[in-house]
């Protein structure tokens, strides 16, 4: 049974293994993405928070994600380089997962178990429509603990337990403040 999320193996873009201990010690955002969302622009938010607290110990992992309006379509090489091209990405990306379902992450078991749904802001106009989407499919929605669409965030402390779940509607300046926190 893991006890936090450096207990994790995952894989690379590339196929390789990679334990999440190598990032004991470092705060940490993961991230499930997508390129063709309307979130596809937070790259560019999450790259300079990257780059703004790399250096004191700030990692994002970057996992794509398929499941959500088919919307991270492509290899794991294309993704990358879309990524880079589009946003100057030089955060960690991992293979593409799943993180809902039968064949999810075993990490987004964990993650999910540790920090259920959250809420969308229901101030931002996307989030009032996603609010409105999902109720409308499932009046219970809010009360389970998957992901709902691609971006949501899950900030980790150096000691590799789950702080904070943002779901893709949470202002970047709220996980600025907690990522400052924790560094």
Known sequence: MAQNVFDFTVKDRRGNDVSLNEYKGKV????????RCGFTPQYEELEALY??????GFEILD??????????P?????????????F?????????????????????????????FNGFDLENKIGAYLDEMFSKAD????????????????????????????????DCKF??????QLL
Do not use: M
Request: glycine share 6%; aromatic share 12%; net charge negative.
């Open 51 to 56: 780059k703004n607290y790399k250096d004191q």
């Open 63 to 72: 996992f794509p994600c398929n499941q959500f309006g088919q919307q991270a």
């Open 88 to 116: 100057g990405t030089e955060f960690p990306q991992f293979k593409k997962i799943d993180v809902n379902g039968e064949n999810e992450s075993p990490l987004y078991t964990f993650l999910k178990e540790k920090k259920g």
């Open 139 to 170: 009046p219970d929605y809010a009360s389970k603990p998957d992901i709902k669409w691609n971006f949501t965030k899950f900030l980790i402390d150096r000691e590799g337990n789950v702080v904070e779940r943002y779901e893709p509607t949470t």
């Open 175 to 180: 996980i600025e403040e907690a990522i400052k």
């Open 28 to 35: 940490l955002l993961i991230v499930n993405t997508a390129t």
């Open 74 to 86: 492509g290899t794991d090489e294309e993704i990358h380089q879309f990524c880079t091209l589009n």
